[in-house]
């Protein structure tokens, strides 16, 4: 905890397509069904870009390197199992998706979309992962040609 607000992970997955154009990958809250990105606790002994990796995994199905540098942050109410919210800063790291499996841990509780960023942005509630996603729009992470295999 950072001056009473929790610390968590976040995974920022993008693709390139054939055409050079980016995309981003956002998946459902189990909970309330809201678009965000994957993300979770900090993992003992797993540096910050490594978890953010296992988070991808975990929630996505995202196979990818996740770059060490971190992407951003922004803030959110995290709502707990007894209904209270917590004040939470995610660290984001963008993660170069080389591969998705269909099947993965969170698979049945959660929905995914590609979309590029401008309509991602559309879609998240919280104001600063919205800023974070729209900066794609002319930010070219990886020198990939495509990642779509």
Known sequence: MSGGAAEQLGALCVRTGPDGSLDVLLITTRQ???????????IKGLASHKAAEREAWEEAGVIGRAKRRVFGYYTYLKALEDGRKLPSIVEVHLVEVRRMKKTFPEAKERKLAWMRPSDAALLVGEPELKGLIRSLDRYRPFNAPSLIS
């Open 32 to 42: 309330t069904g809201r678009w965000s990105i994957p993300k979770g606790w900090p």
